[in-house]
């Protein structure tokens, strides 16, 4: 046992009962589930909002895109001053949570609207840029082995909390948009307590890779982590504008069988289904076929089905409910099963010097793609209705097939998964 305890400290993960590690993984994916209730917390009210805030079509959307704006400023800010190399992931972690609680808590204050709401909803995502990155480096600590399940089932973790604001949208004590705002903000907290006091702290020394802006052109330059990293971007054109839009097309397609807070609570419960519960399964069957049959294989198959699924939901509008609930259950497994394993293929594919650069171009970049797709729907919704927008997000995945192809080929793909590719 002495042995073992001087093992620990001197950060030898081979030694490392695996049940700490599932230990840490679940403790850190439901801090993370948590957290990142905020994300979604304004547009799960946004037609309450835009009432009491007399909000524009085009202010609604940038209350969705503005939290993506402040997560892309926070993680390069975060990146460039090396935050992960000078405080332990649990404090970045657990005080990123607490900043994100506090500034969506906040906009209950606002009851006329403004510019501040916006100004909030840029720091909650620049908050969250130390939540999630920083969990997904964590867990890929612990994890040096089955990596695409384990950041798998904290990627599901995120989209549970993601969707978790549909779902507090239904119950009767929170159908008041204050109530969902402020009980998003409480998770948050919650979320705070648990990463201070009681996630296990990493045995070993903690020091992810730093990103360094003279270190961007090596990684344009690396030819299989730029197919990577284009895999995960077009995978990103359609996550984000799926997860924000799909709650809309739900309640205008449920519009003319139910009315009021019985539509309000269908819909979300829906909304929370196909993207939380659905979403959450899919992230850990993408993670196990990955490290089972390897990342690009996987990821090809998920944008594959995902890409359909967006092509055909528009036909189910305003038809039988079941129906477009069936095909909104497959769109919201198969559209995040891939998520994990773009980050988890960067590890892989880059040398150790470039990983903390190549981590943050792949999500900074990406996450600028998704305000580019959400304006694009909320652009063209009006124009050519809920029928045939959504089909603009199979552009995405189409380019992220294309991508992940052209990386298999590569001799280098071998490294992945451990010869999984």
Known sequence: MARSARAFQKGDIQERPPASRWNALAWITVAELLAMSVWFSASAVTGALTRQWNLSGTAVVWLTSSVQLGFVGGALVSATLGLADRFRPHMLMGWGAMGAAVTTGALVAFSHGGWEPFALRVLTGASLAVVYPVA?????????????????????????????????????????????????????????????????????????????????????????????????????????????????????????????????????????????????????AGGWAADRWGRTRATIGAMSVSGAMALVIGFTFQSAPWVTLLVALVWGFSVIADSAQFSAAVTELAPTSLQGSALTLQMAVGFLITIGSINLVGSLEPIYGWSHVLMVLAAGPAIGVWAMARLRRLPESLKLAHGRR
């Open 136 to 284: 997904v480096q964590w867990v890929a600590r612990w994890f040096p082995h089955q990596r695409g399940l384990a950041v798998g089932i904290l990627i599901g973790g995120l989209t549970v909390g993601s969707a978790l604001p549909h779902l507090l949208v239904g119950l009767p004590l929170l159908q008041h948009w204050q109530g969902v705002l402020a009980g998003s903000a409480a998770l948050a907290v919650v979320s705070w307590a648990l990463v201070l006091w009681v996630v296990p702290e990493h045995p070993g020394p903690f020091k992810p890779p730093a990103f360094r802006w003279d270190r961007v052109g090596a990684v344009l330059r690396d030819h299989p982590v730029m197919w990577a990293n284009l895999g995960y971007w077009g995978h990103m054109w359609e996550l984000y504008a799926m997860w924000a839009w799909l709650p809309a097309f739900f309640l205008a397609s449920l519009a003319s069988r139910w009315h009021g807070s019985a539509l309000l609570g269908i819909a979300g419960a829906a909304s929370f289904a196909a993207i939380g519960l659905a979403g959450f399964a899919g992230a850990l």
